[in-house]
């Protein structure tokens, strides 16, 4: 057991959570710009491949509080029209990984001259 200025470490994951626990996660509503914060997240999905109905598909789930907001504020309409100028904007990364297959090696042939 590690001890570290007389009490003993334990890793969160095995340790009791308490009512008071600071590790908590609390989400809270904060001032701001709606059309930034709008666009940050367009972006950040439109880095992952993802188009505008997958987007609008994510914001219509109201466990995506920040996300579910937006749709509220705009309406579904607004929303789409914002999310597809933002991805005209910016794109959308695509990525398609190929395996390359190696090459045979070269099988040397020998050459016989005429004397």
Do not use: N
């Not at 950040?44 to 109201?62: N, S």
Request: glycine share 8%.
């Amino acid at each position: 057991m590690d001890i570290h200025h007389g009490v003993p470490k334990t890793h969160p994951a095995s340790r009791e959570l308490l009512p008071d626990d600071p590790l908590d996660l609390t989400g809270v509503q904060v001032d701001g710009d709606p059309r930034l914060m709008l666009r940050l997240l367009v972006e950040e999905y439109a880095r992952l491949g993802w188009g505008a109905d997958q987007i609008i598909h994510l914001a219509r789930d109201p466990f995506y509080v920040g996300f579910h907001g937006l749709l509220r504020a705009f309406g579904e309409e607004g929303l789409r029209q914002q999310i597809e100028s933002q991805l005209a904007r910016c794109g959308v990364v695509r990525v398609t990984a190929v395996e390359a297959v190696p090459e045979p090696e070269p099988q040397i042939v020998p050459l016989e001259l005429p004397e």
